[in-house]
């Protein structure tokens, strides 16, 4: 440890450092620019409060910033500067006089780094040098890369994916520059110019496609772009997940030197932002700005009294802070026994995103109060987000407060400020033996709709996804992360085809185990399960990752589970049979691994199993505040987070339960010891020693890893099944393990959970001439809905955590046919999250209760619709009679748009009826062309300007509202409310009218009406010219007329699809530049989600209307044209798609360079909706009043039969449907039949009469010309 008044010098000048900040004071925060610059290179540069680079708030582990990498293009080698991995470092890094050097030596090239902040512009200059000692010629070339932010820190970790995807880029090869521009969501927003830039002779290279640069498949530190002969691609533009990396090389005889000079930095605008270009351009000036930089550093240093030694602690002690050295915080004791920081951090207002330092002045020396309130000030000035609390002198502090703060806080000051440890050595980590496996799969020539990544098995109950290793022994992975989403009610997990990803209880954003990482290009897996061979210590996954080697593997997602097969050669033959599930309905998943012995001779074998411990919402805010321990009486691992919130008194836990005797079982919960410095989970450093250190307790970088060891015999099998689950208190986390552990507890939760999954998506089975619909239709569609958007609401690409208003009402009704209880549990729970007002939370937080209120104009109106469907389908009318509480909370304040809100029951209840009536009556006010008014949002969140100041208006909101009034005025009228149904029918006529005058605009629907009355979706508009969302719904409503009707959908296929690149657009074309702002959906780059892409939500609306005119042909087409499975069916098709083939894709991007490609996938509402759409509309099949079913078919006249098989939900009543259409002509039911007695067609439509009597019913029916369906 060094103390700060230690001057660690080195005789090439200037102090050696472990982290330090790098910048100059600045009383003006738009001005300020710093970096985080580690002793490794790597780090993260922030201009004001803008991160530039990724690694402001890092993941524990995590290494990102400006790099640098030196290929030997002779050699075929490659290495980043600071990285000692493949060589060794004659020296390290210093600073001084506001200079950071860096020096590394490797294959006989010495690279020197110099970095400082350029005195007076938000900017860096980094100038590196190429010496070769060795003795003959080298071909070299130097390559940057930045991971673009653009954006406040925290927003950006929330949810990276979408921060991503408002960045576009652009090269200046001139001035070998890259610029980058976030694109603006809000006026109020303001946002500055990135320009990386590399100046100096020769060809320049670039690309800012990080998947291209990345490459799917590879460890980080061995990118697509640095493999021998790879050149950089020149992409630039709408890259949806950005980089700035720059390549130019050079020719170096015997001790020659070049020179590159890199610049990072922003300006105001893309003028200022090429000045700085041109500044690095200039040897001359870049010499200026080194030399200024230390002047101004020494000048500074002067000014405070400091010493170089005192400056530099304050930049390290800053930089330790900032990253949450574990050595810098309070006791261990006063985290395991703290009650929670989070009451007491909004006391002396506390900011989410800023680092905490306690002191206690009462205790401290009065010189290291002094010292640290100038410590803080100068922090302050660099722009660093750091907050001070005395909480000897703080005003409003509780009894414990204190203690809670100092639990929290990442540095705690006592008698003294502390000492700083040195910089670490950075010894290259050596590798894991590893197993070897072949390389090559049986064929398998069963699989359905293979695309050279995967397909399904025969029954299309499983995705089976073959990685084999290519040339370079690298498995070959689907081109984006094909996931799993498994949940009960309480708990769930993503699994990718090569890793363990985010699991979570009861909130799956509030209150993650493990982290969500929301990286599709390297799927960084927060979990592993290793075997390690005991004899060799060689060391495999069980899973595809994250180690490398092991030979090929087969993944099997089905429904609950996912299943990983491989087979290892070497050094022992042995089977790997790992399947992962969730318990059918208590908070625990189940990793099963089966290890078959198919050599000749025992063997002594360990598996290991690894996760990463959040207990909140992010590792690097709350992962900190884990605290650890072992039961020993069950072995088990516990940890818990008493700054949690509502999950304080939640308990993880972790265990093993083996079906074969254990030798041992090794434990810790100390990652930075599991993994070891330098190192990730593809080579942990604890398996290279002989056991787990056993270390638990407070204060580390926690998680969860056990390792049994076992032996297996020549031809057995050998089962360890390993928990990860939460529980409300540490008896029920244990009460739950011991339930497990019991002999056989593993398989009967396998059974239950398996079951529950076949016997409830079973129930629905059809046969089509699509045998791809086939397989969404029967299982996967409704899979999805359920595990992902209903149970879980998380996904690889958003994890939301909370209950959409609008979002699982919809879904909710897809699942009628099969869960019908979990549609009326929808209903009920939606009700009790509507104000009395009438307004409702647009989304919110179970089990908080804590969500956002809106000015959306949709949200509430879709409890009458989806309440009066699901009566009408089971004819439960009595679900209107349920009570249920109306919330209060303060109003939304004039100009807010949206506030976060924590609700409370206001003593009042009224039926669902009742919430109803007021949903609607909110909802009845009109503009000045007699259409509802927009809100902020009314379906389309994008669009949340159009009506801001409360004058626009929304076509869609009036034929949505027709058809709310159509449904709910008859059963006003059924319960006696006479008045109220002539009321809304009266509203309805003349909404009618406004639709069809204001409404409509000589070809099409316009979209609606800004505030100052101008039109949108219209022929006058230049962008948005036409939305399909008021197309498809004036024919859902009844409103157009047939002429209109045809006219406007005719005006869908012209504009809005396109069969070649097997899209239905929302809306064209895409907002860009338009005069007016109709919201953050013109933030969106073009063609993306909402902006002109395919919404698949919307697209499904679209079907449904062409199957409602009588369309026959277009909407199976159109259906196809939807379907995953169809998109990604052949090579090409997957190379274009990307995403998984098996579930709905959000959205499908629409314009170049990205046309056809999947967005994000699972987590969306189009799944309900397309199997609404494909059973109810195009197949026909529907229920009314859970008496009756009626089937009235809109297929293709060239389809010559389908078939439905429907079992009664909670009965055995078995419907099989034959449906046959001889003549070539569906128009038409002509013919009946019922377990052989005939029924008349009433209207073009059967009428089936449901007998729940537990029997199989054979329904037969013929389809041809004649008959009207009403």
Same mark, same amino acid.
């Given at each position: ?203 320049? $290279? ?500 056990? $390792? ?56 629905? $089975? ?415 099949? $529907? ?88």
């Amino acid at each position: 440890m060094r103390h700060p008044s230690v001057n660690d010098a080195r005789p090439g000048g200037g102090l050696v450092f472990s982290t330090v900040v790098l910048g100059g004071p600045s009383p003006d925060q738009h001005s300020r620019y710093a970096i985080f610059s580690r002793a490794d290179g790597t780090g993260f540069s922030q201009a004001g409060n803008v991160a530039l680079t990724t690694g402001a708030q890092p993941e524990p582990g995590t290494r990102d910033g400006l790099l640098f990498y030196v290929r030997d293009l002779d050699a075929g080698t490659c290495w980043r500067l600071g990285n000692p991995a493949g060589g060794s470092r004659a020296a390290g890094s210093t600073y001084e006089n506001g200079v950071v050097r860096l020096d590394h030596r490797q294959d006989e090239i010495e690279a020197s780094l110099t970095t400082c902040v350029v005195p007076g512009q938000r900017a860096e200059l980094r100038r590196l040098v190429l010496a070769n000692r060795s003795s003959r010629t080298r071909r070299l070339d130097v390559t940057s890369l930045a991971e673009l932010v653009l954006n406040e820190p925290a927003a950006h970790a929330a949810h990276p994916g979408f921060s991503k995807l408002f960045i576009q880029t652009e090269a200046e090869p001139a001035l070998g520059a890259i610029l980058a521009r976030r694109r603006q969501r809000s006026p109020q927003e303001s946002w500055p110019v990135l320009v990386h830039v590399l100046a100096g002779e020769g060809p320049l $290279q670039w690309e800012t496609d990080r998947l291209q640069w990345r490459g799917r498949g590879r460890h980080r530190d061995e990118p697509a772009a640095l493999a021998p002969g790879a050149i950089l691609g020149g992409n630039t533009g709408n890259v949806l997940d950005p980089v700035a990396s720059l390549r130019r090389g050079c020719t170096l005889a015997p001790d020659a030197t070049a020179t590159f000079t890199f610049l990072l930095g922003v300006g105001d605008d893309r003028s200022s932002a090429l000045a700085l270009a041109q500044m690095a351009a200039d040897p001359e000036a870049v010499g200026i700005a080194f030399a200024g930089a230390a002047a101004r550093a020494a000048s500074d240093v002067a000014s405070r009294g400091w010493t170089p030694a005192e400056d530099t602690f304050a930049r390290e002690l800053a930089a330790a802070i900032l990253e949450g050295d574990p050595r810098l915080r309070a006791p261990t004791g006063a985290l395991a026994h703290g009650k929670g920081a989070r009451p007491a951090l909004a006391k002396p207002g506390f900011g989410a995103g800023d680092a905490l330092v306690v002191a206690r002045s009462a205790t401290a020396q009065p010189k290291t109060v002094t010292r640290l309130a100038a410590l803080h000030a100068f922090w302050l000035e660099l722009g660093l987000p750091i907050r001070l609390v005395d909480v000897s002198t703080a005003e409003g502090l509780a009894a414990g407060d204190a203690e809670a703060l100092e639990a929290f806080a990442r540095l705690v000051v006592g008698d003294g400020l502390p000492a700083l440890p040195g910089a670490d050595a950075l010894l290259a980590a050596a590798a894991l033996p590893a197993w070897q496996g072949p390389a090559l799969l049986p064929p398998d020539d069963t699989l359905r709709f293979f695309n050279g990544c995967g397909g399904f098995n025969a029954d299309g109950s499983e995705y089976v996804i073959r990685l084999e290793p290519d040339g370079e022994g690298r498995l070959h992975l689907p081109p984006l992360p094909w996931t799993n989403v498994i949940a009960n009610d309480r708990f769930g997990c993503i699994i990718s085809e090569t890793a363990l990803g985010s699991a979570w209880c009861d909130n799956s954003r509030e209150n993650r185990l493990t982290p969500w990482s929301n990286d599709p290009v390297l799927d960084t897996p927060s979990e592993a399960l290793y075997l390690r061979d005991e004899q060799t210590g060689a060391v495999a996954s069980c899973l595809p990752g994250p180690v490398a080697g092991g030979g090929a593997c087969e993944v099997r997602h089905g429904f609950g589970y996912t299943r990983y097969l491989r087979h290892l050669s070497a050094p022992a033959q042995l089977e790997l049979e790992t399947t992962v599930f969730v318990d059918r309905d208590r908070p625990v998943r189940l990793c099963r691994v089966r290890v078959t012995n198919t050599g000749t001779a025992a063997r002594r074998l360990s598996l290991a199993a690894y996760s990463q411990l959040v207990l909140g919402g992010l590792a690097a805010q709350d992962g900190r505040l884990v605290v650890t321990s072992r039961d020993a009486a069950s072995g088990a691992l516990l940890a818990g987070n008493r700054s949690a919130g509502v999950f304080r008194d939640h308990v993880a836990f972790a265990a093993a339960v083996a079906s074969t005797p254990v030798a041992a079982v090794h434990v810790t919960t100390d990652r930075a010891a599991f993994l070891g410095p330098g190192r990730d989970a593809s080579c942990p450093a604890a398996l290279a020693a002989p056991a787990l250190d056993g270390r638990t307790g407070s204060g580390l970088e926690p998680c969860f890893a056990l $390792q049994t060891v076992f032996e297996v015999a020549a031809g057995q099998a050998a089962e360890i099944t390993f928990l990860l689950g939460q529980e409300r208190g540490e008896d029920g986390a244990l009460a739950l393990v011991s339930a497990l552990s019991t002999p056989g507890a593993c398989e009967e939760a396998w059974t239950r959970a398996r079951d529950f999954w076949r016997d409830g998506l079973g129930g629905l $089975q059809v046969t089509t001439p699509s045998p791809a619909l086939d397989l969404m239709l029967n299982g996967w569609l409704a899979y999805q809905t359920l595990s992902c958007r209903v149970r879980g609401r998380s996904a690889f690409y958003q994890s939301g955590g909370a209950f959409g208003y609008r979002d699982q009402l919809q879904d909710s009704l897809s699942l009628l046919p099969m869960w019908p209880e979990l549609t009326r549990r929808q209903v009920v729970l939606h009700a009790g999250h509507q104000f009395s007002e009438g307004d409702v939370l647009h989304w919110w937080h179970p089990p908080l209760e804590a969500g956002i209120r809106t000015r959306f104009a949709d949200d509430l109106l879709w409890l009458p619709y989806i309440a009066c469907e699901y009566a009408r389908q089971s004819g439960d009318w009595g679900v209107f009679d349920e009570a249920a509480p109306y919330l209060t909370a303060g109003p939304l304040p004039d100009g807010e748009d949206e506030v976060f809100v924590w609700a409370t029951d206001s003593g009042q209840r009224g039926s669902v009826f009742e919430h109803c009536c007021r949903a609607l009556d909110r909802s009845l006010t009109v503009g000045a062309h007699g259409l509802p008014l927009f809100g902020t949002g009314d379906w389309n969140d994008g669009m949340n300007r159009v009506g801001r100041q409360g004058r626009g208006e929304s076509t869609w909101m009036g034929f949505f509202l027709v058809s709310i009034i159509d449904a709910f005025a008859p059963l006003c009228e059924r319960r006696g409310d006479h008045a109220r149904a002539a009321r809304y029918r009266a509203h309805r006529g003349k909404l009618a009218a406004a639709l069809n005058d204001g409404g409509w605009d000589g070809g099409w629907y316009r979209r609606g009406y800004y505030d100052d009355g101008a039109p949108l979706g219209s022929h006058e508009n230049r962008e948005c010219r036409i939305d399909a969302l008021a197309q498809a719904w004036s024919v859902l409503s009844g409103v157009a007329s047939s002429e209109r009707a045809e006219a406007a959908m005719d005006q869908v296929e012209s504009q809005l699809i396109s069969d070649d690149e097997r899209l239905v657009r929302l809306l064209t074309p895409p907002f860009v530049d338009t005069p007016r702002d109709p919201g953050y959906i013109r933030g969106y780059v073009a063609g993306v989600r909402e902006n002109g892409g395919q919404y698949t939500h919307a697209a499904t609306w679209v079907v449904r209307a062409m199957a409602q005119l009588g369309r026959r042909d277009r909407a199976a087409a159109l259906l196809d044209l939807l379907n995953p499975v169809l998109h990604a069916a052949t090579p090409a098709g997957c190379a274009r798609y990307l995403v998984e083939p098996y579930v709905v894709a959000a959205d499908v991007y629409g314009a170049e360079p990205h046309v056809g490609r999947g967005g994000w996938t699972w987590y969306t509402g189009s799944s309900g909706w397309l199997q609404r759409v494909a059973l109810e509309s195009v197949l026909g099949v $529907q229920l009314e009043e859970g008496e009756v079913l009626v089937v009235a078919p809109c297929i293709p006249d060239d389809w010559p039969r389908f078939s439905v098989e429907w079992r009664l939900p909670g009965d055995r009543t078995t419907y099989e449907i034959v449906v046959a259409n001889p003549g070539g002509c569906s128009a038409a039911v002509v013919a009946v039949t019922m377990d052989g007695e005939s029924l008349v067609p009433c209207a073009g439509r059967a009428r089936l009469p449901l007998r729940r009597d537990g029997a199989r019913h054979r329904v037969e029916i013929t389809l041809g010309e004649g008959g009207i369906k009403a």
